[in-house]
């Protein structure tokens, strides 16, 4: 296998993976397992990494750089192993070193875990950043907790989405390391003490429960870079592993009982929280992630520089990712005012000069609220910090907007007994951003437009990014291969090289690998169904991918009621000629969310109608692929055809799965939502598809609720009344007949008399026409690779990469390591 010859680096490198065989396993190469073989190689690559980290972490330090603390409650970072060497510019090397030792390097990268460190968009969004902070040597350290089983594992059973634990740790993790001698304490409960002594306040804990906050640290290496910065883990412990005279008594349940409770904290990502006990450990698991990492960085500064505070913005910018960090604002405060001994108008001064924050979303219900008398009890000194501020906010508010007591009650971060974390950011932080040109239009001119009058210059719109080495360097080695066939690789590193390509979109050799490669993912794809769903699927078939969090706003219902519509018509027009489809799903929904989760039982329903019928003669497949996470958007994005962007105009912040389909050759099926207004800009009308209401179209129809227009679509429209019929007749589910009502009734009366909330049925017709068009274009193949072409090439723009150069030009003020 491999190369006849191996070079000297690459000899040297089977002999190191062959000795890490020996020492760390006490196996010849000869016994030893692919799992082996893996982790022997993560190590090898882990040397060298943390090398270059001692080198990078000595040159910060030399200069004195002002550091990026990226705080975000996710960080969906996918394998590393791959990406690694990729960024290592050793990916050749360690193909011929494993093919020499009788491996396939694809096959032994698979073997590693996904990290359980993330959700979705957003999470993987801050790994894209990290990426790119790395890559352009900027001083970065990202921050969340150690998620012992992640979100969860996804089983779709008897087309139901079951939860099981993500036990992503169970083979270890090969990149972190544990710092145990760096180690702080979180304080939960109990009461606060408030003392005066020699001229100030000083506060006591009384009955205050501990936990102890270990880190673990995961090196993150850059691609072409000579500094490595790192993501900061945070796990949870009891401070005594066991009470030993509960033990000793017989009692040994009660003497391990603390530490399990302890290490809930850093058990699950996202714990239910439709019952309090999952209220009250989301809290305490925003606290403990940002009471550790605040301890850890004034303890950095102090030792650096001593304990000139007014200084700590010019050293350090900490960033908000969303509101789940918001708690890191009060909790600065606390320990410059209680631990450092500075006053209040001080420390406020440097803590407004220190937080930015990043909103994701548009949605009220996703701003997040907590209960006063819940954030006393657990928090009990954070909550008199958070009076404290929206006490003397008020006051201000009352300067600026006299008497206008609906504003102020608007703006305030406690109202109604609940406290407001996004008016805590918007009240503190000196940058405040959205992650779209509309996104941030909304904000300033909608929900945020008080705050935004009061400091508009406080206000970016930054468009999200996407990493270039991980999303097409990694996954699509073909297709980065073709292109840098024509323009050299220098665009993976350099974002405005890539429209270079537009040149060839036309060349019908171009477009002959273009479609070969494109094929070969598809095979690649088909294979996997096969091997996971089986089901047998075409790849000269249109592939129609959307892979997204399941939620009403994204419209996969929209998606399956069109799926419905065409199946209707191959029964009723079995000769009609007809551009045969697979439709892909991949989505999870939160365990709480009863009509995401009956969406995801709908789809699988159908594909068993569909897939099973042999009337149509395999026409049309539908494919719900489970467990959806990032190994496996990496097969959909290389693999799709079309990439389904159809959320309702003004709901979705940006996105970012559109802009991984788009770099690898997928034409967008969109609406005018989210950062699809720029890929429209970017790429031209005539190379994507744009359909339904807009938002400022979709905002009317919620206010004013017009229910005769709905009632009209339904009783005109016979394609989507069938339907829409079909979820209530029993045909999907004969022996359930009644399971998708619910469906049914939302889109027809809606909750609480709004119907159709998400602009399903408005947009239906529009939806269908604009997917008759793709399949039309589809069979004009010149047509069809010049679009994905040009998509391709004018995807340099949602880079990662411009996306943090922006951050570093408006908000943070990192210089580059050198």
């Known amino acids: 296998m491999g190369k006849s010859r191996l070079t000297a680096k690459e000899a040297a490198l089977k002999k190191e993976i062959e000795g890490k065989i020996e020492r760390h396993f006490g196996k010849t190469i000869e016994d030893a397992t692919p799992k082996m073989i893996y982790t022997a190689c993560a190590l090898a690559a882990r040397d060298e990494i943390m090398a270059r980290w001692a080198v990078s972490h000595k040159e910060v330090k030399k200069e004195g750089s002002k550091k990026l603390y990226y705080l975000s409650f996710e960080f969906l970072m996918g394998r590393l192993f791959a990406s690694n060497v990729l960024n290592l510019m050793q990916t050749e090397e360690y193909t011929n070193a494993v093919s020499a030792l009788g491996y396939d390097i694809s096959e032994i990268a698979e073997i590693e875990n996904d990290a359980g460190l993330g959700n979705g968009g957003l999470g993987r969004l801050a790994a894209c950043f990290m990426d790119s902070l790395t890559t352009l040597d900027l001083p970065a350290y990202g921050c969340t907790i150690r998620y012992e089983y992640g979100l969860f594992r996804q089983r779709i059973v008897d087309g139901f989405q079951t939860e099981l634990p993500d036990t992503w740790l169970e083979n270890g ?36 429960h501990t936990i102890t906050a270990v880190p673990y640290d995961v090196p993150l290496v850059g691609y072409d870079s000579k500094i490595v910065n790192k993501l900061r883990l945070w796990s949870a412990k009891a401070p005594d592993v066991m009470d030993m005279q509960a033990f000793n008594s017989g009692d040994y349940i009660r003497s391990t009982e603390e530490r399990q409770l302890a290490e809930l904290i850093s058990k699950v990502l996202y714990p239910e929280d439709n019952h309090t006990e999952g209220k009250e450990l989301r809290l305490k698991q925003q606290y403990f992630l940002v009471s550790a990492t605040l301890q850890w960085i004034l303890r950095e500064y102090e030792d650096r520089y001593g304990y000139d505070w007014k200084n700590l913005p010019d050293k350090a910018v900490i960033h908000i990712n969303d509101t789940h960090p918001t708690l890191a604002i009060p909790e600065l405060m606390r320990l410059l005012v209680d631990e450092k001994g500075l006053g209040w108008d001080e ?19 996703a701003l997040e609220k907590w209960p006063l008398d819940m954030f006393e009890r657990i928090l009990p000194r954070i909550s008199m910090i958070v009076q404290e501020i929206n ?54 001119s909608d929900i945020f437009a008080d705050y935004y009058r009061l400091d508009t210059k406080r206000f970016h719109a ?18 980065t291969a073709l292109i840098s066939s024509k ?116 789809i699988n329903s159908v594909a068993d109608m569909i897939n099973n019928d042999a009337r149509i003669d395999g026409k049309i497949k539908v494919v719900f692929i489970e467990n959806y996470g990032v190994s496996i958007a990496e097969l959909l994005v290389t693999a799709a055809d079309v990439s389904e962007q159809i959320s309702t105009a ?9 802009m991984k389909f788009m770099l690898n050759g997928a034409v967008t099926c969109g609406t005018l939502d989210g950062a699809n207004v720029e890929m429209l800009e970017q790429v031209g009308a005539d190379n994507i598809y744009i359909f339904g209401l807009k938002a400022d179209e979709v905002a009317a129809r919620l206010k004013f609720n017009n229910s005769d227009e709905v009632k009209t679509i339904y009783s005109t429209n016979q394609v989507l009344r069938k339907a829409l019929e079909q979820l209530i007749s029993g045909e999907i589910e004969p022996e359930n007949t009644q399971i998708f009502r619910d469906l049914y009734q939302t889109l027809l009366f809606g909750d609480y008399g709004y119907p159709d909330t998400y602009m399903v049925i408005r947009d239906f017709e529009a939806y269908c026409n604009i997917q008759d068009k793709i399949s039309e274009d589809y069979n004009n193949k010149s047509k069809w690779w010049h679009m994905a072409i040009m998509n391709t ?17 408006k908000i943070w003020y990192l210089k580059p390591i050198k």
């Open 173 to 208: 993790n090969a990149w972190e390391i544990a710092r145990p001698e760096e180690a702080v304490s979180v304080k939960f409960g109990g009461k606060v003490h408030t003392d005066w002594n020699d001229g100030h306040f000083s506060f006591r804990y009384e009955n205050a």
């Open 793 to 809: 090439a004018s995807s340099g723009y949602f880079s990662s990469d411009r996306t943090i150069a922006e951050y570093n030009d």
């Open 391 to 444: 006490r003397r906010l008020m006051e201000n508010l009352q300067m600026v907007y006299p008497d206008d007591w609906g504003k102020q009650k608007w703006m305030a971060i406690i109202s109604d007994n609940q406290v407001f974390m996004a008016n805590l950011c918007l009240a503190t932080c000196f940058a405040v951003n959205g992650v779209s040109a509309l996104h941030t239009k909304i904000l300033t």
């Open 347 to 365: 420390a406020w001064d440097i803590t407004r000069r220190t937080f930015a924050y990043t909103n994701h979303t548009v949605m009220s219900e």
């Open 462 to 479: 930054i468009t999200n990014g996407i990493t270039f080495r991980r999303w097409i360097a990694n996954c699509n080695p073909e297709l």
């Open 650 to 658: 003004g709901k979705e912040a940006s996105g970012t799965g559109n």
């Open 487 to 602: 323009i050299g690789n220098s665009w993976i590193k350099d974002y405005t090289k890539l429209e270079g390509i537009k040149k060839y979109a036309d060349d019908a050799e171009f477009q002959k690998k273009f479609a070969e490669i494109k094929h070969n993912n598809k095979v690649r794809l088909a294979k996997y169904i096969k091997d996971h769903n089986g089901i047998d699927v075409n790849p000269d078939s249109i592939f129609d991918v959307q892979a997204k969090r399941l939620h009403e706003y994204k419209r996969q219902l929209m998606n399956v009621l069109h799926i419905l519509a065409q199946y209707n018509m191959l029964l009723e027009n079995p000769d009609k000629p007809f551009t045969p489809k697979t439709y892909i799903f991949g989505a999870k929904a939160a365990p709480g969310y009863k009509r995401a989760k009956l969406i995801i039982k709908l």
